[in-house]
C-alpha cells in the first residue's frame, strides 16, 4: 500500500484522467483512514498524511495520555507516552505510526473501493469543469462505439454522446470516424453515463460552422440573427452587416459558392437559403419566403401574425414542398404566416364587403367607413366594441350597439342556414334575406384593406 513509487502513479493518473494531484492525495489518504477503521473500529482516531518527499502516506493513530487506562484503543498511559515523547503530559494527545500491512485484506479491498470511487468522482468533476464553459461550441471527435443507435464519440478527455434525436436523418457513422457536433448539455458528477451530450440538429450548430468558415462573421461584421432548420433537409439563416460596403449575404456564400458549400456538405447535403435580414417584420417575412413574389402583408401585431397574399402562380412556391417554405419562414421570423392566393384573398374580401351590407342599417358609404377602419365582414363587426365603432364619422354610441347586435344576428342566421338550410332571419330592422344580394363591391376610390404593400424580398443562396 505504501509504495515508494506512489508519487509517480499518482502524476500519471493525474495526466491521463485531468484530475489535480492534491485531489488524488487526498483520496488516498480518505481510503486508508477508511481501511484502518475498517479493520480497528470507529472509535479509534486516525489521521493519514502524504509525504510528498518520500513518496508515502502515513497513518497515524491518536491516543489520549492518562494515568489509569480505561479504554486500550483510545487511551495510552504516561510511562508508555513518555517513551514516545519525553514531554508529553496526562490529557495530550499522542500520534503513533501504524503499518498498513496489519489492515488485512478486507481492509485493503475496502480501500481500494474507495478509491476507484473517488477517482471516478474526480474524473467525472474534471470533465465537467473542462467542459461546462463550452457549451455551444463545435467540438471534434472520434466515434468510439454505437450504443443503441446513441453515438459514444471519444472527445479527447471525455466520452460525449450524440443521442439519436440529435442526428441528422439518414447519416451513418462507424466506429473510428471522425464527427463534429455541437455541445448541447454538459451534466454535473451525479449524472450516470457520458456527461457531454452533442447535437448535429441544433440551428446553433449551423452557425457555428458558418463562424468557421466565414471570417467576417467570426470578426463580428457580419452577424447572423436567426436561424431555422429541418435537418438533412432545408434551413434558412438570416444575416446582417455592420459595414454597408459588404454584402452579408455574398459574404456567407464566398467565391463560386465556396463557403456555403463546405457547410452543405458538412450537414450531408442539407439545403440552405440565405436571407438579408431587414428591421422591418413584413419586409424580413418577404425575403424569408423568397424565391417567392409577395403581393400584399397584412399584419396583425396582437397576435404577431401576418397574412401574407401572392399571386396564384407563386402559391406553391412560397408554401414550398409540404409547407416546408412558410414553416420555416414562420421558424425564421418568429411570425405566425398564413399565405393566401391572390383571388383567394380576393374573394374572401369580396364576400366579407358583402355580408357588412348584409348587415341593417349598412350602406355602401358605411361599408367603407368599417373597411377603412379594419372591419372586412360582419363578422369582424360582430366581435367589436361600442367604442371601436364611435370612432366612425356618423356612429354615436347607440348606433354602435345596434350595428354589433344586428351584426351577431347576420352572423348567427348564416351559421344556422349552413346547419339546416333557414334562409332568413328577423332583426329590428325587419327580415333580411340570406340570397338575392346583388353582389357590390367598394366604389371606385374607395379605401383598401388596411395592408403593406410589399415587393419580393432578398435572394437565397442553395
Given at each position: 500500500m505504501l509504495m515508494s513509487d506512489i508519487k509517480r502513479v499518482i502524476d500519471q493518473v493525474s495526466r491521463e484522467k485531468g484530475i489535480q494531484p492534491a485531489i488524488l492525495m487526498k483520496t488516498l489518504e480518505e481510503a486508508l483512514k477508511s481501511a484502518a477503521r475498517k479493520k480497528f473500529g470507529n472509535k479509534i482516531e486516525i489521521e493519514a498524511n502524504y509525504n510528498e518527499e518520500t513518496g508515502d502516506i502515513e497513518i497515524f493513530q491518536f491516543k489520549e495520555v492518562v494515568e489509569t487506562i480505561t479504554d486500550p484503543d483510545l487511551q495510552i498511559s504516561l510511562k508508555a507516552?513518555?517513551?514516545?515523547?519525553p514531554e508529553c503530559q496526562?490529557?495530550?494527545?499522542?500520534g503513533t505510526k501504524m503499518d498498513a500491512k496489519t489492515f488485512g485484506r478486507i481492509a485493503a479491498q475496502s480501500a481500494k473501493q474507495v478509491i476507484i470511487q473517488k477517482m471516478k468522482d474526480a474524473e467525472r468533476e474534471a470533465v465537467y469543469s473542462g467542459f461546462i464553459n463550452r457549451k455551444g461550441e463545435i467540438i471534434n471527435g472520434i466515434v468510439q462505439r454505437i450504443d443503441r443507435l446513441d453515438i459514444i464519440v471519444n472527445v479527447g478527455t471525455a466520452e460525449a454522446i450524440l443521442p439519436q434525436r440529435e442526428q441528422i436523418p439518414r447519416e451513418t457513422y462507424r466506429r473510428g470516424d471522425r464527427i463534429r457536433a455541437n455541445i448541447m448539455k454538459v451534466h454535473g458528477e451525479s449524472q450516470r453515463g457520458?456527461?457531454?451530450?452533442?447535437?448535429?440538429?441544433?440551428?446553433?450548430?449551423?452557425?457555428?460552422?458558418?463562424?468557421?468558415?466565414?471570417?467576417?462573421?467570426?470578426?463580428?461584421i457580419v452577424q447572423i440573427v436567426a436561424a431555422a432548420r429541418e435537418p438533412g433537409s432545408r434551413a434558412k439563416i438570416a444575416v446582417s452587416s455592420m459595414d454597408s460596403d459588404i454584402d452579408p449575404v455574398g459574404a456567407c456564400?464566398?467565391?463560386?459558392?465556396?463557403?456555403v458549400q463546405n457547410v452543405v456538405q458538412e450537414l450531408r447535403g442539407e439545403k440552405i437559403d440565405i436571407i438579408p435580414w431587414h428591421v422591418d417584420p413584413a419586409k424580413f417575412v418577404c425575403n424569408a419566403l423568397s424565391p417567392a413574389e409577395i403581393l400584399r402583408v397584412i399584419i396583425d401585431e396582437e397576435d404577431k401574425s401576418m397574412e401574407v397574399i401572392v399571386p396564384d402562380e407563386f402559391l406553391s412556391v412560397a408554401i414550398g414542398k409540404r409547407g416546408q417554405n412558410v414553416r420555416l419562414a414562420s421558424k425564421l421570423t418568429g411570425w405566425h404566416l398564413d399565405v393566401q392566393s391572390e383571388s383567394a384573398y380576393s374573394k374572401a374580401m369580396k364576400d366579407g364587403?358583402?355580408?357588412?351590407?348584409?348587415?341593417?342599417g349598412v350602406n355602401i358609404g358605411l361599408a367603407d367607413g368599417l373597411y377603412e377602419k379594419g372591419f372586412y365582414s360582419a363578422e369582424e363587426l360582430s366581435r367589436a366594441t361600442r367604442k371601436d365603432l364611435t370612432q366612425i364619422r356618423d356612429i354615436d354610441a347607440e348606433k354602435a350597439a345596434l350595428l354589433i347586435k344586428n351584426a351577431k344576428l347576420v352572423v348567427a342566421a348564416k351559421q344556422e342556414k349552413n346547419a339546416d338550410g333557414n334562409e332568413t332571419v328577423e332583426t329590428e330592422a325587419g327580415s333580411i334575406s340570406a340570397e338575392g344580394e346583388e353582389d357590390r363591391m367598394p366604389e371606385e376610390g374607395a379605401p383598401s384593406p388596411n395592408g403593406v404593400e410589399m415587393e419580393n424580398g432578398g435572394p437565397t443562396e442553395d
Open positions: 507516552g513518555r517513551k514516545l515523547d496526562v490529557g495530550d494527545s499522542l457520458p456527461q457531454v451530450v452533442l447535437s448535429r440538429t441544433h440551428p446553433d450548430f449551423l452557425i457555428n460552422l458558418f463562424k468557421t468558415e466565414v471570417p467576417e462573421i467570426s470578426e463580428g456564400v464566398g467565391m463560386k459558392g465556396s463557403r364587403y358583402d355580408s357588412l351590407l348584409e348587415v341593417p
